[in-house]
């Protein structure tokens, strides 16, 4: 299904507004009118202001809302219509999450939090932890799978939490401001990991409201007011 | 999310929280140790009791004086039979005893007893006793056996003999260690009486009773001159066997009609039917105590569901992660809810530990029994009590929105 044509993620006329007109409250419109395409291989900043309709874009290309009007593709296959749990398994399939608060499991080893989006794939626990454990090892932690988030620093928690979101071999790679609750020198080292998963060809996108860290990214994305203000275009092509 | 890794995942979240597991579940720990705890106490009554009734002839009907209320209650085992007899003036003759003796089929024989609390002594040693005039057939009615001696037998109470055979009480308290009192001359109401027997121990009676061990058997006739009884307390019919009892009672109750007594001046007794009533209201008792206890159990299954909300509140980032990863409403659904039930389960499990652990320590003073069915009643209740505080919870859990799990931004 996945061609160098279809595009990972396509937005078409994509609207998304708060509120029900029918009950006569005040309708908000958090985006207007968006269209973009983003392709394999693809590193996409999408930067803007607070409260711009950054955090409404971020949900809708993640698949975790609907959008009120437009339609939304991921490889190709088009989301309006799916249950919550068919939405669900398409994330388990299509996207891996970075959080800011990295939200890992409590108390629970590295390998156990970065198995779990394959727990509820429903794969067995032996190729589970070989995967988790080749995962963990390529982010650089393979001495650390059995320490729990306590016993690991903020950068290695967060390499932890990339290792999850890589495990299911996602078509999309989608960080909320990855380095925003790390130092200085880890957030460097985060964004390193980030430039060799663009060179290993994942399709990163990158939701910030710091520009230098957008700076590094080949496409920029910026989002005022709920409209797209400004896209560069990819090197892939964007038409 | 397969069933191993649900379980793995539930086990951690009641693991990790030790104290609060412990603290949840101890509800229905206290609910479930005091179900079993009461239950077995009991079924151990009733097992008692049935023990005690089964000592008394199973063929025998105890004419007693005035109107006995079986709902009452009264006395159990031995006691059963002397717990009945007193209170009121007996309007039996002894005449009615050898007329109900010949009444024919199903009554095979009757006979009497007159009784009286006494002071047995030998030397300088005394005993407070029950003194039991009885005759032959005694030894059928209370299904008396000896340790040593003969029974009082049918020449003795027309000659009205001064023997008498005393419970191991009695011995204990008069003679010394190792002495032997066959052939002894024991001293009631300044009248010497020569010991003949000796009865097997049946125990202490039970709730107020008569206590069997302490009785001193004397012919009939000896004991109504001792103690100028004119009347006998009660009457021993002994029916052919235990399937023609009430067919016995019924003839009995229609030669003291003929008689001009009342239902208000005798009672006819059916051990079977005094076992059936003592048991019934046991059961009663029981089930009542056993709900009361219940209640805790439910207050137990509250406080679950209070900190499964709890917990649910608490771990919305981690359900809004699981969610963004791919669980889906019954993933969630199932973990809440299996975590409820582990807890309510292993609450449920200490309790039956418990619960029995204080019944065999109890055990060393009343009669106890832990039952299969209690256990596994008291094991389904907790399972039920699982589900039913862990659904609410759970359900919350599973609707809850990814993004607003999260909080981003």
């Keep these: 299904m ?6 990972v993620i396509e937005f078409r006329d994509v609207g998304k507004e708060y509120g029900n007109p029918n009950e006569g409250g005040t309708v908000v419109e958090a985006l207007a009118e968006a269209s973009f395409e983003i392709h394999k291989g693809e590193f996409v900043a999408i930067t803007g202001p607070s409260g711009s309709g950054k955090s409404t874009l971020l949900h809708l290309i993640g698949l975790l809302d609907r959008p009120s009007k437009g339609k939304i593709f991921v490889d190709g296959t088009e989301i309006m219509n799916l249950k919550d749990d068919q939405l669900a398994r398409l994330r388990n399939e299509k996207i891996g999450f970075v959080f800011q608060q990295f939200n890992l499991l409590p108390k629970t080893p590295a390998i156990r939090n970065v198995e779990l989006p394959l727990v509820y794939r429903g794969m067995g626990a032996g190729e589970r932890h070989d995967r988790a454990k080749k995962e963990l090892g390529a982010v650089g932690l393979g001495d650390r799978l059995n320490n729990k988030p306590s016993q690991l620093s903020g950068g290695q928690q967060q390499r932890v939490a990339i290792a999850r979101a890589l495990v299911t071999n ?3 790679l989608l960080a909320d401001e990855p380095t925003g609750n790390l130092d200085t020198k880890s957030g460097i080292e985060i964004m390193k990991l980030f430039e060799d998963l663009h060179e290993r060809g994942v399709t990163l996108v990158l939701v910030t409201h710091n520009p230098d860290l957008a700076g590094q990214a080949d496409r920029q994305i910026v989002i005022k007011d709920g409209q797209i203000v400004k896209d560069t275009g990819g090197k892939n092509g964007h038409d | 999310m397969d069933t191993i890794e649900l379980f793995r995942t539930a086990t951690m979240a009641v693991r990790v929280n030790k104290t609060r597991s412990f603290l949840t579940a101890l509800g229905i720990i206290i609910g479930v140790a005091s179900v079993i705890l009461l239950v077995s106490i009991g079924n151990g009554l009733q097992a008692y009791i049935t023990e005690q009734f089964k000592q008394l002839g199973s063929n025998v009907l105890f004419v007693v004086p005035g109107k006995v209320n079986l709902g009452g209650g009264g006395g159990g085992g031995g006691g059963a039979r002397s717990a009945f007899a007193g209170g009121f003036t007996s309007k039996f003759t002894f005449e009615d005893v050898q007329n109900i003796g010949r009444l024919g089929d199903p009554i095979s024989a009757a006979s009497s007893a007159v009784t009286k609390s006494i002071t047995v002594k030998y030397r300088n040693k005394t005993y407070d006793a029950t003194l039991d005039g009885v005759d032959e057939n005694i030894k059928q009615v209370m299904n008396l056996e000896l340790t040593s ?7 003795m109470v027309e000659r009205s003999q001064a023997v008498a055979v005393i419970g191991p009480k009695v011995v204990e308290n008069l003679f010394a260690a190792g002495e032997d009192p066959l052939g002894r001359e024991i001293d009631i109401s300044g009248r010497k009486f020569k010991v003949i027997g000796v009865t097997v121990s049946k125990g202490g009676g039970f709730g107020g009773g008569g206590d069997q061990d302490s009785i001193v058997f004397v012919p009939l006739t000896a004991a109504a001159k001792l103690i100028g009884a004119k009347n006998p307390a009660e009457i021993f019919v002994i029916a052919t066997s235990p399937d023609a009892m009430s067919q016995a009672a019924t003839k009995v109750k229609n030669y003291l009609y003929r008689k001009k007594l009342t239902n208000d001046d005798f009672t006819v007794l059916e051990p079977t039917q005094i076992l059936s009533t003592i048991n019934s209201v046991l059961g009663t008792i029981t089930g009542a105590l056993s709900g009361i206890a219940a209640i805790s ?19 919305t980032r981690e359900i809004g992660l699981r969610k963004a990863v791919g669980a889906t409403y019954r993933d969630i659904l199932t973990q809440f809810l299996l975590e409820a039930i582990l807890l309510s389960v292993l609450g449920g499990m200490i309790g039956i530990l418990l619960g029995g652990g204080l019944a065999w320590l109890l055990s060393r003073f009343i009669s106890t029994a832990v039952t299969p069915g209690s256990v596994v009643l008291a094991f389904g209740i907790s399972c039920l009590v699982g589900v039913t505080a862990g659904i609410a919870p759970a359900m919350r859990a599973a609707k809850l929105d990814p993004i607003t799990a999260l909080r981003w931004e």
């Design chain 2, 149 to 155: 001696g003969t029974m009082i037998n049918r020449p």
């Design chain 1, 170 to 172: 996602p078509s999309l």
């Design chain 1, 2 to 7: 996945t061609n160098s044509a279809t595009p």
């Design chain 2, 297 to 315: 159990l439910v207050v137990g299954g509250i406080g679950i569901a209070n900190i499964m909300l709890v917990s649910v509140t608490e771990r």
